[in-house]
């Protein structure tokens, strides 16, 4: 489900997000030669590392909410685990 809530006036940062994920799932349904991978995380950090595993791994393929703590990007190599 889409966030339906916000506006530019009402929570302007929330609709942003949803906007731009909708223009990626756009940008992904006509792509022939990459897959999208979208990520809900809270922190900057875990981010960063989920961007680098997602962007290594096909099977990250779709939307995903990650609900932990990933490993610093300094424990482990890129790819090195599952997203």
Do not use: I
Not at 41 to 48: G, I, K, N, Q, S
Not at 51 to 63: D, I, Q, V
């Amino acid at each position: 489900d889409w966030n339906s809530g916000s506006s530019l006036w009402e929570n302007p940062y929330s609709y942003s997000k949803t906007m731009a994920e909708r223009r990626a799932h756009q940008l992904a349904a006509k792509a022939s030669h990459w897959d999208l991978a979208a990520l809900g995380v809270v922190d900057v950090r875990d981010l960063a590392a989920a961007h680098c595993l997602a962007a290594f791994t096909p099977a990250a393929k779709g939307s995903h909410t990650c609900r932990w703590r990933l490993p610093a990007p300094s424990t482990h190599g890129v790819g090195a685990a599952a997203v």
